[in-house]
């Protein structure tokens, strides 16, 4: 092997999850930093957890409610154009009297 092309290699080097597990491995890094580990991960933990990455999950809900919201404005314009046609309806029968 060539020298001085490798990097340096730390048979000690911690692992830190952010959900506060650490255990020590073999690196080129002296410490690791990581968001999911095998004691956090919903696969291995068997519970379903949001992850929320730079507010993408409160984006997602609010663009959500937004389409709600307006389906339900459009579904109640829709309803008064019918109740005034049928009224309208209703009085051009009532005027063939």
Request: glycine residues 6%; positive net charge.
């Amino acid at each position: 092997m060539r020298k001085d092309i490798h990097p340096k290699y730390y048979e000690n080097a911690q692992v830190i999850c952010a959900c506060g597990n650490t255990w020590t491995t073999g690196s080129t890094q002296p410490v690791i930093h990581t968001d999911v580990c095998s004691a956090c991960h919903p696969f291995f933990t068997g519970e379903q957890r949001i992850v929320d990455t730079a507010g993408q999950v409160d984006r997602f809900l609010k663009r959500l409610e937004q389409k709600e919201a307006r389906a339900a404005r459009l579904r109640a314009e829709r309803e008064k154009r019918e109740a005034e046609a049928e009224a309208e309806r209703i009085a051009r029968r009532r005027g063939e009297k």
